[in-house]
Protein backbone atom coordinates (compact mmCIF):
# COMPACT_ATOMS: atom_id res chain seq x y z
CA UNK A 1 0.00 0.00 0.00
CA UNK A 2 3.11 2.40 0.75
CA UNK A 3 4.20 2.10 -2.69
CA UNK A 4 1.01 2.60 -4.42
CA UNK A 5 0.53 5.12 -2.32
CA UNK A 6 3.84 6.65 -3.40
CA UNK A 7 3.48 5.80 -7.20
CA UNK A 8 0.18 7.24 -7.23
CA UNK A 9 1.27 10.48 -5.70
CA UNK A 10 4.04 10.45 -7.91
CA UNK A 11 1.77 9.98 -11.01
CA UNK A 12 -0.47 13.02 -10.10
CA UNK A 13 2.50 15.03 -9.54
CA UNK A 14 3.33 14.22 -13.00
CA UNK A 15 -0.22 15.51 -13.83
CA UNK A 16 0.08 18.90 -12.06
CA UNK A 17 3.52 19.50 -13.60
CA UNK A 18 1.81 18.85 -17.03
CA UNK A 19 -1.10 20.96 -16.49
CA UNK A 20 0.51 23.80 -14.95
CA UNK A 21 3.14 23.41 -18.00
CA UNK A 22 0.09 23.95 -20.55
CA UNK A 23 -0.91 26.80 -18.61
CA UNK A 24 2.24 28.50 -18.71
CA UNK A 25 2.33 28.08 -22.16
CA UNK A 26 -1.03 28.94 -22.94
CA UNK A 27 -0.45 32.22 -21.08
CA UNK A 28 2.52 32.90 -23.24
CA UNK A 29 0.43 32.44 -26.61
CA UNK A 30 -2.85 34.42 -25.62
CA UNK A 31 -2.01 38.05 -26.65
CA UNK A 32 -0.86 36.29 -29.96
CA UNK A 33 -3.57 34.44 -30.08
CA UNK A 34 -5.97 37.05 -29.01
CA UNK A 35 -4.83 39.47 -31.83
CA UNK A 36 -4.84 36.99 -34.69
CA UNK A 37 -8.31 35.72 -33.76
CA UNK A 38 -9.31 39.70 -33.61
CA UNK A 39 -7.93 39.96 -36.64
CA UNK A 40 -9.73 37.32 -38.26
CA UNK A 41 -13.18 38.57 -37.16
CA UNK A 42 -11.90 42.23 -38.28
CA UNK A 43 -11.66 40.54 -41.91
CA UNK A 44 -15.36 39.35 -42.31
CA UNK A 45 -17.33 41.74 -39.63
CA UNK A 46 -20.86 40.41 -41.59
CA UNK A 47 -20.89 37.05 -41.92
CA UNK A 48 -18.78 34.48 -40.68
CA UNK A 49 -20.04 31.43 -42.19
CA UNK A 50 -16.68 29.09 -42.71
CA UNK A 51 -14.18 27.17 -40.48
CA UNK A 52 -11.33 29.33 -41.41
CA UNK A 53 -8.06 27.29 -40.32
CA UNK A 54 -8.98 25.19 -37.29
CA UNK A 55 -11.56 27.70 -35.72
CA UNK A 56 -15.22 27.72 -36.15
CA UNK A 57 -16.82 31.22 -35.99
CA UNK A 58 -20.37 31.65 -34.83
CA UNK A 59 -22.61 34.84 -34.70
CA UNK A 60 -24.43 35.71 -31.25
CA UNK A 61 -27.04 38.26 -31.85
CA UNK A 62 -28.75 39.34 -28.54
CA UNK A 63 -32.44 38.13 -27.62
CA UNK A 64 -31.62 35.24 -29.81
CA UNK A 65 -31.35 31.58 -30.14
CA UNK A 66 -27.74 31.06 -31.93
CA UNK A 67 -28.13 28.69 -34.76
CA UNK A 68 -25.94 25.41 -36.02
CA UNK A 69 -23.04 25.96 -37.84
CA UNK A 70 -23.95 26.48 -41.62
CA UNK A 71 -21.23 23.89 -42.55
CA UNK A 72 -20.11 21.90 -39.74
CA UNK A 73 -23.52 21.55 -37.87
CA UNK A 74 -21.90 22.51 -34.47
CA UNK A 75 -24.35 24.16 -31.86
CA UNK A 76 -22.25 26.69 -29.42
CA UNK A 77 -22.43 25.67 -25.99
CA UNK A 78 -23.57 27.09 -23.20
CA UNK A 79 -19.85 28.55 -22.27
CA UNK A 80 -19.54 30.21 -25.36
CA UNK A 81 -23.01 32.26 -25.05
CA UNK A 82 -21.92 33.07 -22.23
CA UNK A 83 -18.63 34.43 -23.00
CA UNK A 84 -20.57 36.08 -25.66
CA UNK A 85 -22.54 37.82 -23.34
CA UNK A 86 -19.71 38.93 -21.05
CA UNK A 87 -17.87 40.46 -24.63
CA UNK A 88 -21.28 42.43 -25.16
CA UNK A 89 -20.89 43.70 -21.73
CA UNK A 90 -17.18 45.19 -22.02
CA UNK A 91 -17.16 45.69 -25.14
CA UNK A 92 -13.75 44.27 -25.19
CA UNK A 93 -12.44 40.58 -27.32
CA UNK A 94 -11.82 37.86 -24.75
CA UNK A 95 -10.14 35.01 -24.52
CA UNK A 96 -10.85 31.73 -22.32
CA UNK A 97 -8.46 29.52 -21.70
CA UNK A 98 -9.57 25.93 -19.98
CA UNK A 99 -7.89 22.28 -19.61
CA UNK A 100 -5.80 20.56 -22.04
CA UNK A 101 -9.07 18.47 -23.20
CA UNK A 102 -11.36 21.28 -23.53
CA UNK A 103 -11.47 24.18 -26.33
CA UNK A 104 -10.34 27.44 -26.39
CA UNK A 105 -13.00 30.30 -27.11
CA UNK A 106 -12.73 33.90 -28.07
CA UNK A 107 -15.40 36.26 -28.20
CA UNK A 108 -15.38 39.42 -29.75
CA UNK A 109 -18.07 42.34 -30.45
CA UNK A 110 -18.04 42.70 -33.89
CA UNK A 111 -17.92 46.23 -35.51
CA UNK A 112 -19.84 48.30 -38.01
CA UNK A 113 -23.41 45.32 -37.62
CA UNK A 114 -26.34 45.52 -35.59
CA UNK A 115 -25.26 46.30 -32.05
CA UNK A 116 -24.88 43.54 -29.60
CA UNK A 117 -23.05 41.30 -32.34
CA UNK A 118 -20.71 39.08 -31.19
CA UNK A 119 -18.28 36.66 -32.99
CA UNK A 120 -17.46 33.53 -31.22
CA UNK A 121 -14.83 31.75 -32.07
CA UNK A 122 -14.31 27.98 -30.83
CA UNK A 123 -10.63 26.18 -31.33
CA UNK A 124 -10.28 22.69 -30.62
CA UNK A 125 -8.51 21.65 -27.50
CA UNK A 126 -4.97 21.53 -27.32
CA UNK A 127 -4.67 18.06 -26.45
CA UNK A 128 -7.38 15.12 -26.89
CA UNK A 129 -8.43 13.55 -23.42
CA UNK A 130 -7.79 9.57 -24.34
CA UNK A 131 -4.12 10.61 -25.08
CA UNK A 132 -3.82 12.18 -21.98
CA UNK A 133 -5.84 9.30 -19.96
CA UNK A 134 -3.49 7.23 -22.44
CA UNK A 135 -0.49 9.42 -21.34
CA UNK A 136 -1.37 8.94 -17.65
CA UNK A 137 -1.63 5.37 -18.22
CA UNK A 138 1.74 4.83 -19.64
CA UNK A 139 3.02 6.81 -16.54
CA UNK A 140 1.17 4.65 -14.11
CA UNK A 141 2.63 1.42 -16.12
CA UNK A 142 6.48 2.77 -15.80
CA UNK A 143 5.96 3.43 -12.21
CA UNK A 144 4.86 0.36 -11.60
CA UNK A 145 6.85 -1.74 -13.03
CA UNK A 146 10.05 0.55 -11.63
CA UNK A 147 7.88 0.06 -7.65
CA UNK A 148 7.10 -3.27 -8.73
CA UNK A 149 11.04 -3.95 -9.78
CA UNK A 150 12.40 -2.26 -7.05
CA UNK A 151 9.61 -4.34 -4.28
CA UNK A 152 11.19 -7.61 -5.58
CA UNK A 153 14.92 -6.14 -5.56
CA UNK A 154 14.49 -4.82 -2.16
CA UNK A 155 12.43 -6.41 -0.62
CA UNK A 156 10.47 -9.72 -1.60
CA UNK A 157 14.00 -11.45 -2.90
CA UNK A 158 15.56 -11.09 0.36
CA UNK A 159 12.52 -12.14 2.54
CA UNK A 160 12.71 -15.21 0.11
CA UNK A 161 16.37 -15.75 0.97
CA UNK A 162 15.56 -15.34 4.57
CA UNK A 163 12.84 -17.90 4.51
CA UNK A 164 15.14 -19.92 2.54
CA UNK A 165 17.94 -19.81 5.31
CA UNK A 166 14.89 -20.48 7.78
CA UNK A 167 14.39 -23.61 5.82
CA UNK A 168 18.04 -24.87 5.95
CA UNK A 169 18.08 -23.96 9.77
CA UNK A 170 14.97 -26.08 10.25
CA UNK A 171 16.49 -29.29 8.23
CA UNK A 172 20.37 -28.94 9.08
CA UNK A 173 20.53 -26.53 11.97
CA UNK A 174 22.08 -23.33 12.65
CA UNK A 175 24.66 -22.43 10.09
CA UNK A 176 26.76 -18.99 8.92
CA UNK A 177 25.59 -15.89 9.15
CA UNK A 178 22.96 -14.37 6.66
CA UNK A 179 24.37 -11.89 4.12
CA UNK A 180 20.73 -9.83 3.11
CA UNK A 181 20.72 -6.66 1.38
CA UNK A 182 17.55 -4.39 0.99
CA UNK A 183 15.57 -2.25 3.15
CA UNK A 184 16.75 -1.29 6.62
CA UNK A 185 13.73 -3.43 8.03
CA UNK A 186 14.93 -6.21 6.30
CA UNK A 187 18.75 -5.78 6.64
CA UNK A 188 17.47 -6.06 10.62
CA UNK A 189 15.41 -9.59 9.99
CA UNK A 190 18.67 -10.95 8.69
CA UNK A 191 20.74 -10.02 11.11
CA UNK A 192 18.39 -10.82 14.18
CA UNK A 193 17.98 -14.47 11.82
CA UNK A 194 21.89 -14.60 12.18
CA UNK A 195 21.91 -13.72 16.05
CA UNK A 196 19.24 -16.56 16.73
CA UNK A 197 21.29 -19.45 14.49
CA UNK A 198 24.32 -18.40 16.50
CA UNK A 199 22.58 -18.47 19.69
CA UNK A 200 20.95 -21.76 18.26
CA UNK A 201 24.26 -22.91 17.60
CA UNK A 202 25.76 -21.66 21.22
CA UNK A 203 22.52 -23.07 22.86
CA UNK A 204 22.85 -26.75 20.60
CA UNK A 205 26.71 -26.49 21.50
CA UNK A 206 26.20 -26.40 24.85
CA UNK A 207 23.26 -28.81 25.36
CA UNK A 208 25.63 -31.66 23.55
CA UNK A 209 28.41 -30.59 26.52
CA UNK A 210 25.82 -31.66 28.97
CA UNK A 211 24.32 -34.58 27.49
CA UNK A 212 27.68 -35.79 27.36
CA UNK A 213 28.78 -34.99 30.95
CA UNK A 214 25.48 -36.76 31.82
CA UNK A 215 26.45 -39.68 29.63
CA UNK A 216 29.82 -39.88 31.53
CA UNK A 217 28.40 -39.46 34.96
CA UNK A 218 25.81 -41.73 34.23
CA UNK A 219 28.81 -43.96 33.11
CA UNK A 220 30.36 -43.48 36.37
CA UNK A 221 27.29 -43.78 38.72
CA UNK A 222 26.87 -47.12 36.82
CA UNK A 223 30.20 -48.25 37.26
CA UNK A 224 29.99 -47.04 40.62
CA UNK A 225 27.35 -48.94 41.34
CA UNK A 226 28.45 -52.22 40.33
CA UNK A 227 31.38 -52.11 41.72
CA UNK A 228 29.34 -51.63 45.36
CA UNK A 229 27.08 -54.34 44.08
CA UNK A 230 30.39 -56.51 43.52
CA UNK A 231 31.77 -55.09 46.65
CA UNK A 232 29.09 -55.91 48.92
CA UNK A 233 28.69 -59.40 47.29
CA UNK A 234 32.38 -59.79 47.52
CA UNK A 235 31.85 -59.04 51.07
CA UNK A 236 29.55 -61.38 51.86
CA UNK A 237 31.35 -64.06 49.85
CA UNK A 238 34.17 -63.38 52.37
CA UNK A 239 32.39 -64.06 55.13
CA UNK A 240 30.63 -67.05 54.08
CA UNK A 241 34.31 -68.13 52.99
CA UNK A 242 35.10 -67.54 56.34
CA UNK A 243 33.44 -69.18 57.85
CA UNK A 244 33.16 -72.36 55.87
CA UNK A 245 36.52 -72.74 55.52
CA UNK A 246 36.83 -72.62 59.39
CA UNK A 247 34.02 -75.15 59.90
CA UNK A 248 35.36 -77.72 57.30
CA UNK A 249 38.54 -76.79 57.14
CA UNK A 250 39.53 -79.01 60.27
CA UNK A 251 37.33 -81.85 60.04
CA UNK A 252 38.73 -82.21 56.57
CA UNK A 253 42.20 -82.27 58.16
CA UNK A 254 41.13 -85.14 59.95
CA UNK A 255 39.51 -87.09 57.50
CA UNK A 256 42.88 -86.52 55.32
CA UNK A 257 44.91 -87.97 58.16
CA UNK A 258 43.08 -90.64 58.91
CA UNK A 259 42.97 -91.73 55.44
CA UNK A 260 46.74 -91.47 54.76
CA UNK A 261 47.23 -93.77 58.47
CA UNK A 262 44.18 -96.71 56.67
CA UNK A 263 46.40 -95.95 53.37
CA UNK A 264 49.64 -97.37 55.28
CA UNK A 265 48.09 -100.75 56.20
CA UNK A 266 49.76 -103.54 53.66
CA UNK A 267 46.42 -105.75 54.17
CA UNK A 268 44.44 -103.98 52.13
CA UNK A 269 43.45 -105.56 48.75
CA UNK A 270 43.92 -103.70 45.64
CA UNK A 271 40.39 -102.47 45.09
CA UNK A 272 40.08 -101.13 48.60
CA UNK A 273 43.29 -98.93 47.57
CA UNK A 274 42.20 -97.84 44.79
CA UNK A 275 38.97 -96.94 46.23
CA UNK A 276 41.20 -95.06 48.93
CA UNK A 277 42.96 -93.62 46.38
CA UNK A 278 40.07 -92.11 44.60
CA UNK A 279 39.02 -90.79 48.35
CA UNK A 280 42.19 -88.71 48.78
CA UNK A 281 41.73 -87.40 45.45
CA UNK A 282 38.33 -86.00 46.47
CA UNK A 283 38.98 -85.31 49.67
CA UNK A 284 42.74 -83.08 48.39
CA UNK A 285 39.61 -81.70 45.64
CA UNK A 286 37.96 -80.41 49.24
CA UNK A 287 41.06 -78.51 50.10
CA UNK A 288 41.82 -77.11 47.47
CA UNK A 289 38.14 -75.72 46.98
CA UNK A 290 38.98 -74.38 50.27
CA UNK A 291 42.03 -72.69 49.87
CA UNK A 292 40.50 -70.95 46.62
CA UNK A 293 37.79 -69.67 49.79
CA UNK A 294 40.23 -68.89 51.74
CA UNK A 295 42.41 -67.04 49.00
CA UNK A 296 39.45 -64.87 47.98
CA UNK A 297 38.53 -64.13 51.38
CA UNK A 298 41.52 -62.77 52.83
CA UNK A 299 43.50 -62.45 49.64
CA UNK A 300 47.31 -61.57 49.60
CA UNK A 301 48.46 -57.66 49.61
CA UNK A 302 50.07 -57.52 46.83
CA UNK A 303 53.95 -55.97 46.03
CA UNK A 304 54.21 -53.86 43.83
CA UNK A 305 57.82 -53.77 41.53
CA UNK A 306 58.60 -53.44 37.95
CA UNK A 307 58.94 -56.10 36.09
CA UNK A 308 58.39 -57.53 31.63
CA UNK A 309 54.63 -58.12 31.14
CA UNK A 310 55.13 -59.81 28.09
CA UNK A 311 58.02 -61.90 29.89
CA UNK A 312 54.88 -62.77 32.31
CA UNK A 313 52.86 -63.76 29.42
CA UNK A 314 55.54 -66.39 27.88
CA UNK A 315 55.95 -68.07 31.61
CA UNK A 316 52.29 -68.63 32.17
CA UNK A 317 51.76 -70.07 28.44
CA UNK A 318 54.47 -72.16 28.84
CA UNK A 319 52.88 -73.59 32.17
CA UNK A 320 49.78 -74.46 30.33
CA UNK A 321 51.05 -75.11 27.28
CA UNK A 322 53.19 -78.29 29.34
CA UNK A 323 50.46 -80.00 30.29
CA UNK A 324 49.37 -82.96 28.13
CA UNK A 325 45.60 -82.47 28.08
CA UNK A 326 46.83 -79.32 25.99
CA UNK A 327 48.49 -80.55 23.42
CA UNK A 328 46.86 -79.84 20.53
CA UNK A 329 46.13 -76.43 21.25
CA UNK A 330 47.81 -73.34 19.85
CA UNK A 331 49.66 -70.87 21.85
CA UNK A 332 50.75 -67.70 20.68
CA UNK A 333 52.01 -64.38 22.59
CA UNK A 334 52.44 -61.44 20.69
CA UNK A 335 53.29 -57.59 21.41
CA UNK A 336 52.40 -54.80 19.42
CA UNK A 337 55.44 -52.94 17.78
CA UNK A 338 55.94 -49.39 19.40
CA UNK A 339 56.81 -46.51 17.39
CA UNK A 340 60.38 -47.55 16.49
CA UNK A 341 60.65 -51.29 16.55
CA UNK A 342 63.34 -53.00 16.82
CA UNK A 343 65.21 -56.49 16.32
CA UNK A 344 65.01 -57.12 19.53
CA UNK A 345 62.14 -58.58 21.65
CA UNK A 346 59.74 -56.14 22.73
CA UNK A 347 59.34 -55.71 26.58
CA UNK A 348 56.78 -53.68 28.77
CA UNK A 349 57.45 -53.18 31.50
CA UNK A 350 54.83 -52.70 34.10
CA UNK A 351 54.57 -51.95 37.93
CA UNK A 352 52.72 -54.65 39.67
CA UNK A 353 53.26 -57.56 41.87
CA UNK A 354 54.84 -60.25 39.52
CA UNK A 355 53.46 -63.52 40.84
CA UNK A 356 49.86 -61.94 41.39
CA UNK A 357 49.88 -61.29 37.44
CA UNK A 358 51.26 -64.46 36.83
CA UNK A 359 48.25 -65.98 38.78
CA UNK A 360 45.76 -63.98 37.28
CA UNK A 361 47.06 -64.29 33.66
CA UNK A 362 47.73 -68.03 34.69
CA UNK A 363 43.99 -68.64 35.30
CA UNK A 364 42.51 -66.48 32.20
CA UNK A 365 45.09 -69.00 29.76
CA UNK A 366 44.04 -71.77 31.70
CA UNK A 367 40.59 -70.52 31.20
CA UNK A 368 41.00 -70.41 27.66
CA UNK A 369 42.77 -73.53 27.34
CA UNK A 370 39.32 -75.28 28.77
CA UNK A 371 37.01 -73.30 26.45
CA UNK A 372 38.76 -74.98 22.93
CA UNK A 373 39.90 -78.19 23.95
CA UNK A 374 37.81 -80.09 22.09
CA UNK A 375 37.94 -77.82 18.67
CA UNK A 376 39.31 -78.98 15.60
CA UNK A 377 41.89 -76.08 15.64
CA UNK A 378 42.28 -74.18 18.74
CA UNK A 379 44.03 -71.04 19.18
CA UNK A 380 44.80 -69.32 22.04
CA UNK A 381 46.40 -65.76 21.72
CA UNK A 382 47.95 -63.60 24.54
CA UNK A 383 48.05 -59.69 23.19
CA UNK A 384 50.65 -57.27 25.03
CA UNK A 385 50.18 -53.45 24.06
CA UNK A 386 53.30 -52.03 23.62
CA UNK A 387 51.59 -48.65 23.99
CA UNK A 388 50.14 -47.34 26.79
CA UNK A 389 45.89 -46.98 27.12
CA UNK A 390 44.57 -44.39 29.65
CA UNK A 391 47.90 -44.88 31.57
CA UNK A 392 48.18 -48.51 31.46
CA UNK A 393 49.53 -51.29 29.88
CA UNK A 394 46.88 -54.18 28.32
CA UNK A 395 47.17 -57.61 27.97
CA UNK A 396 44.41 -59.26 25.60
CA UNK A 397 44.06 -63.35 26.48
CA UNK A 398 41.76 -64.37 23.31
CA UNK A 399 40.59 -67.84 21.89
CA UNK A 400 38.48 -69.28 19.02
CA UNK A 401 36.21 -70.78 21.25
CA UNK A 402 32.31 -70.57 22.03
CA UNK A 403 32.97 -67.14 24.07
CA UNK A 404 30.76 -65.65 26.57
CA UNK A 405 26.97 -64.40 26.04
CA UNK A 406 26.24 -60.87 25.93
CA UNK A 407 24.05 -61.14 29.00
CA UNK A 408 26.58 -63.02 31.15
CA UNK A 409 29.73 -60.55 30.30
CA UNK A 410 28.78 -58.66 33.29
CA UNK A 411 28.10 -61.52 35.77
CA UNK A 412 31.10 -63.64 34.83
CA UNK A 413 33.18 -62.09 37.37
CA UNK A 414 30.24 -62.94 40.06
CA UNK A 415 31.40 -65.23 42.74
CA UNK A 416 30.51 -69.15 42.04
CA UNK A 417 29.13 -67.79 38.60
CA UNK A 418 30.59 -70.34 35.90
CA UNK A 419 29.70 -71.17 32.33
CA UNK A 420 32.03 -74.57 32.81
CA UNK A 421 30.10 -78.33 33.27
CA UNK A 422 29.20 -79.03 37.16
CA UNK A 423 32.14 -80.27 38.58
CA UNK A 424 34.75 -78.58 36.75
CA UNK A 425 34.88 -75.18 37.95
CA UNK A 426 33.84 -73.03 41.51
CA UNK A 427 33.72 -69.44 39.69
CA UNK A 428 35.71 -68.13 41.71
CA UNK A 429 38.65 -67.38 39.58
CA UNK A 430 37.96 -64.79 37.73
CA UNK A 431 36.22 -62.93 41.11
CA UNK A 432 39.62 -63.32 42.26
CA UNK A 433 41.46 -62.38 39.69
CA UNK A 434 39.45 -59.59 39.28
CA UNK A 435 39.69 -58.19 42.85
CA UNK A 436 43.86 -59.01 42.31
CA UNK A 437 43.82 -56.56 39.45
CA UNK A 438 42.26 -53.60 41.12
CA UNK A 439 44.10 -54.11 44.24
CA UNK A 440 47.08 -53.49 41.94
CA UNK A 441 46.18 -50.59 40.64
CA UNK A 442 44.85 -52.24 37.24
CA UNK A 443 41.35 -53.68 36.04
CA UNK A 444 39.85 -56.30 34.11
CA UNK A 445 37.20 -56.52 31.92
CA UNK A 446 35.06 -58.95 29.55
CA UNK A 447 35.22 -57.27 25.94
CA UNK A 448 33.85 -58.02 22.69
CA UNK A 449 36.22 -60.32 20.51
CA UNK A 450 39.43 -58.78 18.45
CA UNK A 451 41.00 -61.37 16.54
CA UNK A 452 39.59 -64.29 17.30
CA UNK A 453 35.72 -64.70 17.34
CA UNK A 454 35.74 -66.41 21.11
CA UNK A 455 35.96 -64.69 24.37
CA UNK A 456 38.55 -62.01 24.78
CA UNK A 457 39.67 -60.86 28.80
CA UNK A 458 41.78 -57.78 28.60
CA UNK A 459 43.68 -57.42 32.21
CA UNK A 460 45.05 -53.46 32.43
CA UNK A 461 48.22 -52.60 34.84
CA UNK A 462 50.06 -49.67 35.44
CA UNK A 463 52.87 -48.53 33.23
CA UNK A 464 56.12 -48.18 34.43
CA UNK A 465 58.11 -44.98 33.18
CA UNK A 466 57.07 -43.33 30.18
CA UNK A 467 54.44 -44.19 27.84
CA UNK A 468 55.30 -46.76 25.19
CA UNK A 469 57.63 -49.91 25.37
CA UNK A 470 61.22 -50.19 25.71
CA UNK A 471 63.29 -52.60 23.78
CA UNK A 472 65.52 -55.29 26.12
CA UNK A 473 68.90 -55.61 24.80
Excluded at 362 to 375: E, I, K, T
Aim: net charge negative.
Amino acid sequence: MSLALAMTTAVALLAAFFLQAHANHLERLAPALGRALAAEADRAPLGITETVGSATWFRVVPGVEPLPHAITGEVLDRAGRDLADDARTTGKPLLQRGWPWQPIRFATPVAGATPGVVAVAVLPPSMDGWVLVGLLAVDGLVFAWLGGYLLRRRVVSPLRELARVAREIEDDGPGPRVAVEGVRETVEVGEALSDMSEGLARRSAELEKAVAELRQANSTLRRAQDGLDRSERLASVGRLAAGVAHEVGNPMGAVLAFLDLVGRDEGLSEKSRGYLERALEQCQRVRRILGQLLDFSRPPRPTPAEFDLREAAEQAVALVAAQRRYDGISFEVDCEPGADPSDAPATVRVIADESVVAQILLNLVLNAADAVARLEEPQVRLTVASRTEAGGVVCAVEDNGPGVELEDRRRVFDPFFTTKAPGEGTGLGLATALRLAEEMGGSLECQRPRQLPGACFVLSLPAAGAAGPTTGA
